[in-house]
């Protein structure tokens, strides 16, 4: 099992759906601090180490800041909705903007010799390092839907613990 | 984020504490270094044990900094790595960039 990694029935007895939240923030870049905050009460409920709860966090910070800066132009009539959920042995970050829509593939790999030394355009490369997967999405009425996710628990021990709740879904959408 | 800032041997010494993060701690680190550049103090020793988050903000404006403070004729130099954001470089290969050294008198003398 690998650091951090705990048994679900080791980390909480309680139902996997109660360890989900869900924001909605404006548009201000102050507002990751709530983030973090939250996420990482979480988190730590979930029984997570400090290790695994750093690069969570850091992976969903860049998330929540690309949805202000790059999705929403920092307009503050705009939300960002983060929504976190138990999803099997994965822990799952959904965060979702109000923009006019992102391409992935236009991102320019940060390691190349001619990017090493640009001051931006790594947060991607972070969400993908520190998590296992992450996706794009449009979301309905517009916008940006960036799913990370990490598995954070063993997968038998996962499915156990969800089993009585009838409900091993914790409700990515 | 605070930063401490002191001279040592000719080598200005800056310790940030806390996040260097979007918005708040990339900021103050860029206005810091920028305070000593202003003021002729281009040998640039930061002291990174007190930092404990660094996002892909922090890392770009400890990149800009590097090369304002390389455009200017001086040197910018880290110590005391905390093992994530040494990790951090790492993965960034930025570890290749910047010198880093894990003991001060060390460091101040590689100037």
Same mark, same amino acid.
């Given at each position: 099992m690998p650091d951090g990694m705990l048994r679900r029935d080791e980390a909480s007895a309680m139902r996997s759906d109660e360890h989900q939240f869900h924001l909605a923030i404006d548009s201000r870049l102050e507002n990751i601090e709530l983030v973090q905050v939250v996420l990482n009460d979480t988190l730590e409920r979930?029984?997570?180490?400090?290790?695994v709860r750093h690069w969570v966090d850091l992976a969903t910070r860049e998330a929540v800041a690309n949805a202000i800066k790059h999705g929403n132009d920092c307009d503050r009539d705009k939300t960002v909705e983060v929504d976190v959920s138990v999803d099997g042995a994965d822990v799952v970050v959904r965060v979702a903007d109000q923009g006019g829509g992102f391409d992935p593939g236009r991102v320019e790999d940060p390691l190349a010799p001619e990017n090493l030394l640009r001051p931006?355009?790594?947060?991607?490369?972070?969400?993908?390092?520190?998590m296992d997967r992450v996706d794009y999405g449009t979301r309905a009425g517009g916008g940006t839907v960036v799913t990370l996710r990490k598995q954070v628990f063993a997968p038998g021990a996962a499915a156990a613990a969800a089993a009585p709740n009838g409900d091993s879904d914790g409700g990515e959408r | 984020m605070k930063? %401490?800032? =002191?001279? =040592?041997? +000719?080598? !200005?010494v800056l310790e940030p504490r806390g996040k260097i993060t979007i918005g708040v701690g990339d900021v103050a680190l860029r206005e810091a270094v920028h305070r000593e550049l202003d003021a002729g103090r281009k040998h640039i020793l930061i002291d990174m044990s007190g930092v404990t988050t660094i996002d892909s903000s922090g890392i770009g404006e400890l990149?800009? !900094?590097y090369t304002s403070v390389s455009? =200017? +004729? +001086?040197?910018?130099? &880290? $110590?005391? $790595?905390?093992?994530k954001v040494s990790d951090i &470089? *790492?993965? !960034? *290969? &930025?570890?290749s960039v910047f010198e880093t050294y894990d003991?001060?008198? %060390?460091?101040? =003398?590689?100037?």
């Open positions: 979930l029984g997570l180490d400090e290790d931006t355009g790594r947060g991607l490369f972070y969400m993908q390092k520190f | 930063i %401490e800032v =002191r001279n =040592r041997d +000719g080598v !200005t990149v800009s !900094t455009n =200017r +004729g +001086g040197k910018l130099k &880290l $110590l005391d $790595l905390p093992a &470089l *790492q993965i !960034t *290969q &930025l570890i003991d001060e008198d %060390e460091a101040v =003398r590689s100037f």
